[in-house]
């Protein structure tokens, strides 16, 4: 199996354990996640399968989307509903207040992730820190909002919003943020990636419905095919003389190729021969060479 699963993963659940679950459903070993997702979170999780797995640097996942709840009320060590209580209050903002913070904090901002986050610090990721009772605290970096959307009010003090970020982002700073500007404490009680990069909703599949098709032995026909998320890249079609180079990963005359010349240098292309994908190349100079060959 060649392409990627894009998992509708459930709350509760790790990344690491879906691609356990993946591996068991395609008896490949050859399969990675391309972006993790907290356990607490649901939402789109690509997973890489077979040979898509060698595509990971040409993914692009600045552009992702969450729908988000912020509940007012409750700071929490670990900025969301699983953490302990760190302060309370109760002057609750209203939707202008609210309004008027998530315009503060749109476009380039600085943000401060948790102590409960992935971000490192020599080499270990802060939230294992947390856990052994280690002090340490993330560095400020900059982070880009591109919207954040309100969706209008919910039970408990709580504000539903969708959020159009970059990569980097913690959803989870953002809401605590929120509550920072204003004036009352709070934390994240819900969290969705709607999006991340060319991945979207409309077309995941839950963990049940992807073990249904394994076991009816149809899993490889609901896989995106491989070239799914490289549409951002340019493309080439090579010609028929051209097939067993490419196939054998010789490099390629960039003078026999259409639209091969005006390329940037080493800029990647997708490559296609009969409009089927066989890989990925870069331009040097007057040749194509590979990067990677999607072999039959």
Same mark, same amino acid.
């Given at each position: ?5 894009? #998992? !509708?993963?459930? %709350? $509760?659940?790790? /990344? +690491?354990?879906?691609? @356990? ?7 490949? =070993? ?78 380039? #901002? !600085?943000?401060? %992730? $948790?102590?409960? /986050? +992935?971000?490192?610090? @020599? ?7 947390? =856990? ?87 899993? +490889? ?76």
């Amino acid at each position: 199996m060649n392409g990627f699963l894009n #998992i !509708l993963k459930p %709350p $509760g659940m790790s /990344s +690491a354990a879906v691609v @356990g679950a993946a591996k068991r459903l395609t008896n490949e =070993r050859r399969i990675g996640h391309a972006g993790t997702l907290d356990p607490e979170a649901a939402g789109v999780l690509p997973v890489m399968i077979g040979q898509a797995t060698r595509l990971f640097d040409y993914l692009v996942d600045k552009e992702k989307t969450y729908v988000a709840e912020v509940a007012f009320g409750q700071a929490t060590d670990t900025q969301d509903a699983q953490g302990s209580v760190t302060a309370e209050g109760n002057a609750y903002p209203s939707m202008e207040q609210v309004r008027a913070a998530a315009d503060a904090l749109t476009g380039d #901002i !600085l943000q401060r %992730p $948790g102590v409960f /986050s +992935a971000v490192k610090q @020599g080499g270990h990721p802060l939230y294992k820190l947390a =856990r052994k009772g280690v002090e340490a605290e993330a560095p400020l970096r900059t982070v880009h909002i591109e919207r954040i959307t309100l969706h209008g009010e919910t039970p408990r003090h709580g504000v539903l919003m969708t959020v159009d970020c970059g990569r980097g982002t913690y959803i989870r700073s953002l809401c605590e943020d929120l509550g920072r500007l204003c004036g009352c404490p709070a934390h994240m009680r819900f969290l969705l990636r709607a999006r991340s990069g060319a991945f979207d909703l409309a077309h995941t599949l839950t963990l049940d419905e992807a073990a249904a098709y394994a076991e009816e032995g149809t899993l +490889a026909q609901h896989l995106l095919p491989p070239d799914w998320p490289l549409g951002h890249l340019p493309s080439l079609q090579i010609p028929d003389q051209m097939e067993k180079m490419a196939r054998c990963g010789t490099v390629l005359p960039a003078d026999r190729l259409d639209g091969a010349r005006e390329l940037p240098e080493r800029s990647p292309v997708r490559v296609y021969f009969e409009n089927r994908f066989i890989g990925i190349a870069v331009r040097e100079e007057q040749v194509l060479r590979w990067r990677t060959v999607m072999t039959q």
